[in-house]
Structures are given as structure tokens and as C-alpha cells.
């Protein structure tokens, strides 16, 4: 019986406590980073909008968390050196996000590529982190996919909105929920969904976009090139995607 309110506390802190603290937290640091002259786009500040996003990237992996695992200890395996490095990862990909409302001319241009670089850079670190010191843990996953997912849609939304990268250079973003909807549309019609294919040449592919898109971000950068490559890295993305669905679905036989 004495399990069942502590198991209530610890999913009312990582789904309400931790993401407005977390979210207020980043908004108060940035509304002293940002200059004022990099808040005057749609009347919005860069600093709420990463304080919302990073809030709803920490709801998102704390939603749904299977209260059995909610054991002793819980609070102190969030907070344990591997999901430190993932948290700060999720704040860095919040940062780019808030230069969404932020206009191309600011002072800041520099930041985005920055943030998402270091991000990029801690994405491996974490795991690393979780299997040499043995706390690998199902928030750390959840909060590695979530991060992971949102990166790959806030930084290429900026660089799009800035005119670094073309519109449909979005569609690597929609990818990955348009897959996952039409999975969870099979099941939800009880229609069979195989296993995934081995995921080595996701990876890859997903590290080549990151770096792609990282340098993109980089003012020194020339806009004509970036354009020009744009087709050559985001086809075999999307190629994976289509080929995962034909696996998954059964129209494609996974041969290893």
C-alpha cells in the first residue's frame, strides 16, 4: 500500500514538477542571454518557447513511464551522470527551438549551430556514460528518443525559416511520425508489424544528417551549397524510412 502514493509522487514530479521547473529554469537563464533585439520576431520570446519546448520534451518521456519501474531510488538514476548528459542534450535542442521566433539578422547567429553541434556531440556520450557506469534505465531511453526526435525537427525548422535550408528539407522531420502514425494505424486495425531491420544504417544516416544540418547552421557556410547537397543527404533518410515500412508491413522481406 505505502508503494502506490510513492509511485503517484514520483509520476506527478517527472510529469508535472520536473518539466515546469526544468521549463522555468531555462526561461529565466535565456531572458538573460538573449538580447532584446532578438526578441522582436512575432512578438514571441526565444526564451518561453525553449522553456515550453524542453517542458514538453521532458512530458513526453516521462508520460506513460510503467509504474513497476518506479522503484527506490528513482530520483537518483534521473539525475545520475548518464541522464545529466541527456538532459542537457534536451536543453540544448530546446535553445535551438527558440531561435525559431528569433529573425536570421540577430546578433545570435552563431547560436543554433552551437547548441545543436554540442548536442550532436553529447548524443553518443550518454549511452556510453549509462553502460560504463551500469544505469542504463527506461526514463534514460525515453528521454534519449525524445531528444533525439525533437532535435531532428527544431534545428532543420530553423534553418528552413531562415533560408538555409529549403522548405522540403522538412520532410526527414515528418518522416519520422508519419512512420510511426502508419505503425500505430496497424495495430490499432490489428493488421501484423514486423520487427524493424537492423538499425546500424539508421544510425548512420541519422549522424550524417545531424552533422549536415549542424553545418548548415554555420554562418561561414555558403547557402548555395548547402542547397545543392540538401538532395544528396536527405534521399537515403528517406529511402530507410520507406524501406523500414515495407519491412515492418511485410511487403519487404529483411534479409540479413
Known amino acids: 500500500m505505502a508503494e502506490a502514493p510513492q509511485r503517484r509522487s514520483v509520476h506527478v514530479g517527472v510529469g508535472i514538477g520536473l518539466p515546469l521547473v526544468a521549463a522555468g529554469a531555462l526561461?529565466?537563464?535565456?531572458?538573460?542571454?538573449?538580447?532584446?533585439d532578438a526578441m522582436v520576431r512575432w512578438g514571441l520570446s526565444p526564451a518561453v518557447v525553449?522553456?515550453?519546448?524542453?517542458?514538453?520534451?521532458?512530458?513526453?518521456?516521462?508520460?506513460?513511464?510503467?509504474?513497476?519501474?518506479?522503484?527506490?531510488?528513482?530520483?537518483?538514476?534521473?539525475?545520475?551522470?548518464?541522464n545529466a548528459v541527456t538532459l542537457a542534450r534536451g536543453a540544448l535542442y530546446a535553445v535551438v527551438a527558440g531561435f525559431v521566433v528569433v529573425p536570421p539578422s540577430t546578433s545570435l547567429a552563431w547560436g543554433p549551430a552551437l547548441c545543436y553541434g554540442a548536442g550532436v556531440a553529447l548524443d553518443n556520450l550518454d549511452g556510453?556514460?549509462?553502460?560504463?557506469?551500469?544505469?542504463?534505465?527506461?526514463?534514460?531511453?525515453?528521454l534519449d528518443m525524445a531528444f533525439d526526435t525533437f532535435g531532428f525537427v527544431a534545428a532543420p525548422l530553423v534553418a528552413v525559416l531562415w533560408g538555409l535550408l529549403p522548405a522540403w528539407y522538412l520532410s526527414i522531420s515528418a518522416a519520422r511520425?508519419?512512420?510511426?502514425?502508419?505503425?500505430?494505424?496497424?495495430?490499432?486495425?490489428?493488421?501484423?508489424?514486423?520487427?524493424?531491420?537492423d538499425g546500424d544504417l539508421s544510425r548512420y544516416l541519422a549522424g550524417?544528417?545531424?552533422?549536415?544540418?549542424?553545418?548548415?547552421l554555420l554562418p561561414p557556410t555558403p547557402t548555395e551549397l548547402v542547397w545543392a547537397l540538401a538532395p544528396v543527404v536527405l534521399a537515403p533518410s528517406l529511402a530507410v524510412f520507406t524501406r523500414d515500412y515495407l519491412v515492418v508491413t511485410g511487403r519487404l522481406s529483411d534479409r540479413r
Open 177 to 197: 511520425y508519419v512512420f510511426r502514425g502508419a505503425v500505430w494505424l496497424r495495430r490499432v486495425r490489428g493488421l501484423p508489424v514486423g520487427d524493424l531491420p
Open 27 to 36: 526561461a529565466v537563464l535565456l531572458f538573460r542571454l538573449f538580447p532584446a
Open 128 to 142: 556510453a556514460v549509462a553502460r560504463t557506469v551500469g544505469r542504463e534505465t527506461e526514463i534514460g531511453r525515453r
Open 208 to 216: 550524417v544528417q545531424m552533422v549536415f544540418v549542424t553545418v548548415a
Open 50 to 82: 525553449a522553456g515550453v519546448c524542453w517542458a514538453g520534451q521532458l512530458w513526453y518521456a516521462g508520460y506513460g513511464l510503467d509504474p513497476g519501474g518506479l522503484a527506490d531510488g528513482f530520483w537518483r538514476r534521473l539525475l545520475g551522470l548518464a
